[in-house]
């Protein structure tokens, strides 16, 4: 229940500022994480950007002001924070379809986004199995790309890694640093500050750390592991939707901040589906 209140925090903070500067780190700190996870769960819980939400509520308010006031455009684009005409026609276009000045003729349509409001999601006939492990400090060894704190741009980041990793035959590097106990490739998400955000593909390994290839160190932490099958991409993101939006809330637990580990079979073949794990890193609150 403390990670919805620290939320809906969040919201009202946004509606307060539309007309104003917007600090993600200020947001990040009402919801008592960094500003990399806050956009990162932000975007998980609602299916949209920290930043694209923003537009769409300021862009909502301005279709507003365009029908019910006589203010020039321009002064409504410098309201809510566009300074230059063309730069606001490209965001009110790109959420209502037409132009501002189109938007004051009586009868034309408009899209209207609403503030968001947080509540836990019942869902009573889908259950969420889970277990929850205490894990030794372990140590991953693999290739890394640098990420960035937009979680639009790190989400066509990822999948182009992944790609390449495939292809090229550094994928299968991997899998022979496997513990034969594990026999599982991860894909970790790691963030230590803004400028050091990291996903490794990655194996918890013994084995010396190949000279092009790099090494994380996981701290022993308490985890819950849940289990997905299908499409990777869609049920790792479900389950990541599913833990912030259904079983955080409830559960007595905290984020823990540590690097999330997604676990996917060792296949020669590249699959991009099957069984998976992902583990999440708690606290008790």
Not at 76 to 93: D, H, M, V, W
Not at 165 to 182: H, I, Q, W
Request: charge should be negative.
């Amino acid at each position: 229940m403390k990670w919805l209140k620290q939320m809906s925090g969040v919201i009202d903070y946004i509606e307060n500022n539309l007309t104003g500067d917007i600090s993600y780190d200020e947001a990040a700190k009402l919801a008592c994480c960094s500003t990399y996870y806050f956009q990162r769960m932000f975007s998980y819980i609602t299916d949209i950007s920290v930043s694209e939400y923003i537009r769409r509520r300021r862009m909502t308010e301005a279709a507003f002001e365009l029908q019910q006031t006589k203010a020039k455009v321009m002064e409504i684009a410098l309201k809510y924070g566009y300074e230059s005409p063309t730069a606001f026609n490209r965001a009110f276009q790109s959420v209502h379809g037409i132009s501002p000045t189109a938007a004051r003729v009586k009868g034309v349509r408009l899209n209207a986004y609403l503030p968001i409001s947080f509540s836990i999601l019942v869902k009573g006939s889908e259950r969420m199995s889970y277990r929850i492990e205490t894990k030794e400090a372990m140590k991953i060894v693999g290739y890394r790309i640098e990420l960035q704190e937009s979680m639009e741009e790190n989400q066509k980041l990822v999948p182009m890694f992944w790609s390449r990793m495939l292809e090229s035959g550094e994928f299968l590097r991997v899998c022979e640093l496997t513990n034969k106990a594990e026999r599982c490739v991860f894909g970790v998400t790691s963030y230590e500050n803004h400028k050091d955000i990291y996903y490794y593909v990655a194996a918890q390994t013994d084995k010396p750390t190949p000279e092009d290839m790099f090494e994380l160190e996981i701290p022993a932490a308490t985890w819950v592991v849940f289990e997905g099958d299908g499409h990777f991409k869609e049920s790792v993101q479900s389950i990541f939707k599913r833990f912030l939006t259904e079983w955080l809330p409830a559960s007595g637990y905290e984020y823990a901040e540590l690097p999330d580990i997604e676990v996917y079979p060792v296949d020669a073949q590249g699959s991009k589906s099957g069984h998976a794990e992902v583990w999440i890193s708690i606290k008790k609150e």
